[in-house]
């Protein structure tokens, strides 16, 4: 059986390394980008090899990026994921609101959030068309409410992002390739705010989400049992949106 291929954005951590292990332990081929070097402990075979160092934050080298992915590849692509997501904090850890965030940084989230999916899927989009892939946006609960933690320029990238999600899905499904997103909520990883647990005390499942969980999601998207969905933002939060 052919192998299939996957480009995974914001790898290095979270929900992005539990993609990895989610889509290798399916026998995929993951490519994975992130702005830090291969870390030699990660377990999955050709893991550096199949690593590229990329800074989103920087419209030139995304671009410049996309033609080492397709060197990378055999032609097809099956599943993209854009899951990085940066979130700056202010001077105390402290939410950075429309009133405090300076141009540059609204700039820079966009950049990686929001501008990269863009670039990205447009730059491989023969691949996808070719294996009638797949690509999944990861957005965010903080995209369509005002978060305590997520400052506003991430939390309105990520609403950018599902609405991208929605117009991609348009374009790209004359070629085949499906386009959905899911909405991670409160999700145990190293980037949590001091603070949470009370929101997880409010939340009906009452317990925060394991990025194991939210790699599920990703892959049922990425796989042949959501091959009629498209266009879709799965909330992936423990009811958090109800």
Known sequence: MEQKTLVLTGASRGIGHATVKRFSA??????????????????????????IEI???????????????????????????????????????????????????????FHVNFFASVVLARGLREELATAKGAVVNVTSIAG???HPFAGAAYATSKAALAALTREMAHDFGPMG??????????VETAILSPGTDKIVEKLPMQRLGQPSEVADAIFFLCSDQAS??????IEVNGAQHV
């Open 228 to 233: 009629y969905i498209s266009g879709t933002e």
């Open 144 to 146: 369509s409410r005002v």
């Open 26 to 51: 399916e026998g995929w081929r993951v490519l994975t980008c992130s702005r830090h070097p291969f870390d030699h402990r990660c377990p999955w075979p050709g893991g550096e090899e199949n690593h």
């Open 177 to 186: 390739v499906r386009v959905n997103a899911i909405a991670p909520g409160e």
């Open 55 to 109: 800074d989103l934050a920087d419209p030139n080298k995304t671009i410049a990026a996309i033609e080492v992915i397709r060197n990378k590849l055999n032609g097809k692509l099956h599943a993209l994921v854009n899951n990085a997501g940066i979130s700056p904090k202010g001077p105390d850890g402290g939410r950075l609101n429309t009133l405090d965030t300076d141009l540059r940084t609204w700039g820079h989230v």
